[in-house]
């Protein structure tokens, strides 16, 4: 069901690819640019190209990146020896505004989702395992998501973990169940943060 030809078409087909653009908002956002002033639509082409150029994975913590090390595992007032695990680097935003947390993090780029096809391999385990037997970690905090994805990662973390001998937290309960960390408002985060509860695994 093409109606549109050719740069039209193409342009509505890559913005649909983005998350949460459907069809009719690829088409609406294809229309406002298709109208925008060269200037606007360059600008916005040209913020891609640049991120893209310019920002990478930070090599410690697989945060988003300017350079070698991110923000975090370059501020040397940042606690070494307590690391939070989050699934997404904006999950760190959440996080971060419940000015709770003094630590470094660990993004693992996803969560473990059998029906996505996304298994352990594909996320930044291997690295956090590297990070922890390096020694100087006494705790790590499981902050992924609230949800079925979220609780697995957790979980199968939790046993890696075990052997290592250090302390594993979880956040505590109250988050809104199934949904996302971005979404808990910072008062709620932060006394789940603050409440957080050894894992047993
Ligand atoms: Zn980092």
Known sequence: MNVYEGPVQTLIDELGRLPGIGPKSAQ????????????????????ITEAKARVSWCRQCFNIAQGELCGFCRDDRRDATVLCVVEEPRDIVAVERTHEFKGRYHVLQGAISPIEG???????VKELLRRVGDGGVTEVILATNPNIEGEATAMYLAKLLKPLEIT???????????GDLEYADEVTLGRALEGRRQVDA
Request: net charge positive; proline share 8%.
């Open 28 to 47: 609406r956002i294809a229309y406002y640019l298709l109208k925008a002033s060269p200037d606007d639509a360059n600008r916005l082409a040209r913020s």
């Open 118 to 124: 996304i298994g352990p391999e594909q996320l930044r």
């Open 168 to 178: 594993v937290t979880r956040l505590a309960s109250g988050l809104p169940v199934g």
